[in-house]
């Protein structure tokens, strides 16, 4: 998953980045709305954590502009308004959620990962394919019940087949949502941690689809025990 903060208390910013990669997340901090929204029009998100109280602009002008050009990705707003005007002012910008300073950084995280999930059509916190679990909000795996264990490269690539489940995911779209903007992976990279997931995972779970890139499926095995246990 990765976040744009766009928040300029410095301080904060940096406080909570550090937690929310702490938990495995990818996060690119802004700290001016214009800095966002460059940021924001040039690379990709999964979602967006904004502040209101920016120095070049409220925040909810800017969110405004992005849903008015049909930037339609999760935006949360974390903010010290706490007046019901303000929550107001920022839902009918085109806010998904809304959090007041003080916070804790569980419920952001949590918020986050549920507004993602949801934006794939995921309702559940643990995302099923076949005999396959993912916990968005532990981060655990399991195969047909026994823990699986990842590096976290591997849980942030599989965490975004498994929101993209029977979608095939471009390498270049693997790229900037897994990836940091600052360390790109080689071109290899991606086929080698695929390869892995392949080897603790089973083969025929991960689809190359030679020239647009990755599937994740059921087996078929899998998928007719299913069907049969209905």
Known sequence: MKILLIEDDQALSEALAISLRDAGLLVEAAFTGGDGDFLLRTEQYDAVILDLGLPDGDGTRWLSQWRDDGIALPV????????????????????????TKPFETAEVLFRLRALVRRSHGHAHPVLNAGDLSFDTHTGSVS?????VTLTAQESRLLAYLMHAQERVV???ELSEHVYDRDHEPDSNVIDVQISRLRRKLGGERIVTLRGQGYRLVIPEDE???AHDGR
């Open 76 to 99: 949360l707003v974390l903010t010290a308004r706490e007046r019901w005007s303000d929550k107001a002012a920022g839902f009918s910008a085109g806010a998904d959620d809304y959090v």
């Open 223 to 225: 998928s007719s025990e």
């Open 143 to 147: 195969l047909a019940g026994r823990p």
């Open 170 to 172: 471009s390498r270049t």
